[in-house]
């Protein structure tokens, strides 16, 4: 996921248009769909919003009869035929079509030809190709709402809306955010995560978790760097070596289930994890035995990760002082 990517109550959709007389109307009637439209003149300055930040958007509208450079003249055929070329060659580098829908003031006949059969993919049963302004503006937002709904992204924000809030509650830094949404959207997409990117995402998660801990001094501050084994060896309430130190804890933190579904995550991940053998011999054998390349165990992590995100919110809510928390662990001596 993209770092710069953030919650809206609105979909945001990019709108190419060089028209300043329907631009305030039309933005207005979007707005009540809780469709946000951002404007741009030509499409140099609608491919650069692309090109900066491209999970951001959930839809596209095209004017037709609009300028591919700035001091362009409205030319439909130039405009369609290269903004939907760069649109081809942006969606097969991210691996996802932003839907693009065509808003024409033109003639058929002037349009029709130059929208190719992409658009088929999420808005084949509208046969007439393109939208006409003053006619179907209802119906082009109608669709543009429909399809930025049915977005995968915008389904998992709505769905672990608590988790996602629990996050940010805590002061999780936000690359675990990005993580969660990627493990939760990969059960949406029909291409398989593999299992070392799968992993690496739960690892960036707990080290996220674990280091929050460390600001808030229910565990040491890990240093140079989280050591995810140590962390849960002293949430569980056992002694464990971090960095130069030796600690132990004077109770433990964890609930039994948080525990036992902590400790499965962290023991099928290789440590280091950055190391060429990514995956443990606890998933290499686990795959072997379902015979899946993907197994649904990567399911039970992802949801196990909410639970222990929801765990740590609760925690937190009872635990707020960090000199209280770190009253808990101690250093049993420092290590030569």
């Not at 958007?57 to 409205?74: P, Q």
């Not at 608590?162 to 959207?185: F, G, P, T, W, Y």
């Not at 808990?328 to 420092?334: F, H, V």
């Amino acid at each position: 996921m993209d770092k710069n990517n953030t919650f809206s109550d609105s979909f945001q959709v990019l709108w190419v248009e060089d028209n300043q007389n329907i631009i305030t109307p039309f933005v207005e009637r979007a707005e009540v769909a809780q469709i946000q439209l951002h404007t741009v003149s030509c499409w140099d300055e609608a491919k650069k919003e692309l090109e900066c930040d491209y999970e951001k958007w959930d839809g596209i509208i095209l004017d037709a009869k609009c300028k591919f450079h700035k001091d362009s003249d409205d030319n439909a055929t130039e405009f369609l035929i290269e903004a939907l070329k760069d649109l081809a060659v942006l969606a097969n580098k991210k691996r996802r079509y932003i839907p693009w829908y065509v808003f024409s003031g033109c003639a058929k006949e002037e349009v029709y030809e130059l929208i190719n059969k992409e658009r088929l993919e999420w808005d084949k049963d509208w046969q007439k190709g393109y939208y006409s302004k003053g006619e179907d503006d209802e119906e082009l937002l109608k669709r543009v709402k429909f399809s930025a709904q049915t977005r995968p992204l915008n389904i998992v924000k709505a769905k672990y809306q608590d988790v996602l809030d629990s996050l940010r509650e805590c002061n999780i830094k936000s690359e675990a955010e990005n993580s969660l949404l990627s493990l939760l959207i990969s059960q949406y997409e029909l291409q398989d995560t593999k299992l070392d990117e799968f992993l690496i995402e739960i690892r960036k998660i707990l080290e996220a978790i674990y280091d929050s801990m460390g600001e808030k001094r229910i565990l040491p501050i890990c240093e140079p760097r989280v050591i995810i084994k140590g962390c849960c060896l002293l949430l569980s309430g056992k002694e464990s070596i971090l960095g130069k130190y030796h600690y132990k804890m004077n109770k433990k933190i964890l609930p039994y289930i948080i525990e036992k579904l902590m400790w499965l995550m962290v023991n099928s991940i290789s440590e280091p994890l950055h190391l060429e053998n990514r995956i443990s011999r606890y998933i290499r054998d686990h795959k072997a035995a379902t015979g899946k390349k993907r197994p649904y165990l990567l399911d039970v992590y992802t949801f196990a990760i909410c639970d222990i995100i929801l765990w740590y919110r609760n925690y937190l809510l009872g635990h707020p002082d960090p000199e209280e928390n770190c009253k808990n662990w101690q250093i049993i001596e420092p290590m030569s």
